[in-house]
């Protein structure tokens, strides 16, 4: 059974940074890609950020220029570094990772992140 466990949440102000991470218990290369995806109070589900097997990114255009995804492929871990929190940013942000195997989706825990104004 796959796991993703997402730490690095937090509350922070408005123009603040926190550096997320998932560490997946499978190799990084077990997945076609990794992602993160957060939930505010009453929203949908929306992609931030994702990165391929390939190291290809894209984002979000909410937050392009603000957030980074990046990995660490001895560490099987995947990163979010946020920068130039917004209130609006505040969420429950997913880790999301495709098996290549079997083609299933996992999903981490969550971890809430707060950005107060």
């Known amino acids: 059974q796959v796991q993703l466990v997402e730490s690095g949440g937090g509350l922070v102000q408005a123009g603040g940074s926190l550096r997320l991470s998932c560490a997946a218990s499978?190799?990084?290369?077990?997945?076609?890609?990794m992602g993160w995806y957060r939930q505010a109070p009453g929203k949908q589900r929306e992609l931030v950020a994702v990165?391929?097997?390939?190291?290809?990114?894209n984002y979000a255009d909410s937050v392009k220029g603000r957030f980074t995804i990046s990995r660490d492929n001895a560490k099987n871990t995947v990163y979010l570094q946020t920068n130039s929190l917004k209130p609006e940013d505040t969420a429950v942000y997913y880790c999301?990772?495709?098996?290549?195997?079997?083609?299933?989706?996992?999903w981490g825990q969550g971890t809430q992140v707060t950005v107060s104004s």
């Open positions: 999301r990772a495709v098996f290549r195997a079997t083609m299933t989706t996992y």
């Open positions: 990165i391929t097997s390939g190291g290809s990114t």
């Open positions: 499978e190799s990084i290369f077990s997945f076609k890609n």
